[in-house]
Every structure is written in C-alpha cells, then in structure tokens.
C-alpha cells in the first residue's frame, strides 16, 4: 500500500487515453478504491447526468439503439440543410447577455469528458486493486440457476418469479 503511493507521486496524477468511458468492471467497488469510487459516482450523479439533460433538451442525445441514432442524424442534417438550428441557436443566445455560449452543449459532446479525472483514478486503483486476492470475487460472473430464470414459454405455470 505504501509503495503504490509512493509509485503514485511519482508517476503523477492518471491520465486516460481516448475518449472518454467507463471501464467494463464499472459499478465495482473493490477494497481500497472506496474514496475513488465514490468520488466518480458523484461525478456521474451530478456533473455527467446534468449535461447528458442538456444535451437532450438540446437533441444531441446520443441513441444505444443503431435505428434511434440513424433517424437523430438524418434531423440533424436536414436541420443544418435548413437554416440549421444550431446556427438559429446560436443567432438568438448572441443577443442575449447573461448566456455564456460555451456553457452550451454540442453535438460531439461527451458526458463523461465531465468526469474525465475521476474515472483515471477509479481505473487506476481498481487495475492495481482487482488483481488481489481479497477483491477477486468481485470479477467473477454470477450464474443464476436455472429454476431461478424466467421462462417465457411457461408463463402460466402458477410460480412466481
């Protein structure tokens, strides 16, 4: 613990490289990352979640589902085709004093950049972390057993699940 300090200052602060995301082992909270992690689940709680809201009421939400994200672009283009309101956007917030224009969502807009060093360090200690005996189970899948899973095919059955 002590030389993964002493590493730590010398190193210097984590940095990430490429954009901006989460880890695949996120919502894990090993032994010893506690201050890390809760210090990026706040960042996710309040920073990230406020200007992914912003983005949306804006329409540059982002779409898991590939045809939600194909019908978004093609708006977005035929809005910029239009007049564009970003440009419309744009025109009406310069006339405006107390609106500070970068403050403003954009398209390419990522909501994590927000939290950008918070997920460093939670990577950083969780990588060091994870590999620990203490911390193993927490990367091992859970299998549910088979009585336990929802069966579509046998809705009526009477049991509850």
Known sequence: MVWNRIRDAIKGPPTLEGPSKLPSYFPVEPQGCEKHAQRL??????DATEKARDMEKAGYGKSYYPDVEADRLKKLKEEEKKGGAAVGNAKAV?????VDVSQLPSPNDNPLDECRTFIAYYTRCCDRELKKKKNWMLTEPYRVQEEYRYNKSEGGDGSTA
């Open 94 to 98: 310069d006339g405006k004093k107390d």
């Open 41 to 46: 689940f706040e960042c996710l709680v309040k």
